[in-house]
């Protein structure tokens, strides 16, 4: 179990880090994350079927200038780990994972605050000309942004997946229910979330299109995936010819 751990909370540390680091691949988002987590826990396949509800519930979430948003990845490690390691439901698992990343979202500007002092440090060395010095700054700030996601999301995978256990078992069953419920809503939220920030009127109609094919049509969400690929290829080919005077 502390193995378990140790490695889900370094995967959630190198996940915060990718930005810092790596180049922004995204191994942050839930559904690079969440099959990461379920392999360590030992049940993949619930980890890849829980990304993809836990992506959609994230989806429309960005972060814009010095605003901060709900810790998505703290929430994907926890509802994973809890749900293989507790045997919680995963329904049940995915609906709190909201929660847990509101609670981890103020962490966030309190991590900014505190590694600003290695900015502060680095700009006094680059008034000297000292790149070593300026390096050493670079690296100690990752350092202790990596301890400051690391140590708490190992302590809470440690000790709070016998808390989540009991409390699970002491919450009534009409809750339970509740909450697997919610978890059948949530995807939706993420995604009209998402939706407010890109819906005009050219959007609409193929949101409405979208809809009309899962709908009417039967189709999946692959099958609506494919449709609305098509038509961006055909559309984005006919704009590029219009432009040539084809």
């Known amino acids: 179990m502390i193995i378990k751990c140790l490695i889900m909370a370094l995967v959630y540390t190198l996940g915060n880090m990718d930005t810092r680091m790596f180049g922004a691949n995204r191994w942050n988002w839930p559904i690079s994350l969440a099959p990461i987590i379920g392999l360590v826990a030992g049940d993949l396949a619930t980890g890849v079927a829980m990304s993809v509800e836990l992506q959609m519930i994230f989806l429309g979430f960005v972060a814009i200038g010095m605003s901060t948003i709900p810790d998505s990845s703290a929430g994907t490690t926890l509802a994973v780990g809890f749900a293989i390691l507790n045997g919680i439901d995963s329904a049940a698992a995915i609906a709190l994972a909201m929660p847990i990343a509101l609670l981890f979202q103020p962490l966030q500007p309190f991590k900014g605050t505190l590694l600003n002092i290695f900015n502060v440090k680095a700009d ?31 302590l809470i995978l440690l000790g709070g997946s016998q808390v ?23 995807p939706a ?57 084809l």
């Open 124 to 154: 006094e060395y680059a008034k000297k000309g000292d790149e070593k010095g300026i390096e050493r700054q670079l690296h100690l700030g990752n350092l202790m942004a990596a301890l400051f996601d690391f140590i708490p999301m190992f």
């Open 164 to 186: 989540v256990e009991s409390l699970i078992n002491s919450i009534p069953t009409v809750v339970m229910n509740c909450l697997s419920k919610t978890a059948q809503v949530l």
């Open 189 to 245: 939220l993420g995604v009209a979330y998402l939706m407010s920030y890109v819906c005009d009127y050219f959007t609409m109609p193929f949101a409405i299109l979208g809809f009309v094919l899962a709908v009417y049509f039967g189709l999946d969400s692959l099958g609506v995936a494919l449709v609305g690929g098509v038509i961006a290829v055909v559309y984005f080919n006919v704009k590029n010819q219009k432009k040539e005077g």
